[in-house]
């Protein structure tokens, strides 16, 4: 039998992270899917976290190059075995045990190539869940259009068509989740509202309104550039961030 589903997470400097999504990936019902961690030269210790959870999934861990979240996740797809991919980045959390499940049965129920979810966070202010409920319309209007987007914290889509769109486009450095959904979007795309994930934080923390600026300049550029981001002039920081506090 064909191993049905591969999640690929991309990472750099995560290691007090990832180990909260593997933990989540344990728990999952649905039993057919591997996880590949796509990692790029992380000095934080991360390799022996994920040995941890060598027991309890079916796991892989490939190097690549730190070129950013694009090289990670096509690096970790070339390794990947399932008929479906679903990339998640490593500081996303799941508690919907279903979830995986249900991303697969609305993206065959719907006939799309490409499924993301809702979006949730926890422990945040009233502005940050109206600023992540905001976005989340915004993207969710722009599934209804020829030019859908999704973030890179969950995609989900067919390793097929994966492929046949060349994974993510390494030459734009802001944006390359939004350019492959948008690419994929002809084969169809949706978010499903059945199930959900909670982003972390810590980058618009950290950036505070730089990080609203950056992606409102990055949607005007998309828009105003027939939706090519190679020559976007915005840069994404892979892997610059304080480490999870423990509860």
Known sequence: MQLKVSVVIPSYNDATYIDRLLEALTKQNFENFEVVVSDAQSKDGIQKVIAEFKGKLDLKFVASPPKGPAAGRNQGAKLARGEWLLFLDADDDINDPNFINTLLDEALKRKWSTVSAKIKVRQASLVERSGVWANYLYIKLLARTKHPV???????????????????????QFGEDYDYVSRAGKYGFGFTGRTYYFMDLRRSRAEGIKFIIKGIANEIYRHTHH???????????FGKHKARGRD
């Open 150 to 172: 999704a973030p890179g914290w969950c995609i989900f889509t067919k390793s097929t068509i994966f492929k046949e769109l060349g994974g993510f486009n390494e030459k734009i």
């Open 227 to 237: 939706y090519n981001l190679e020559k976007n002039p915005i840069k994404y920081e």
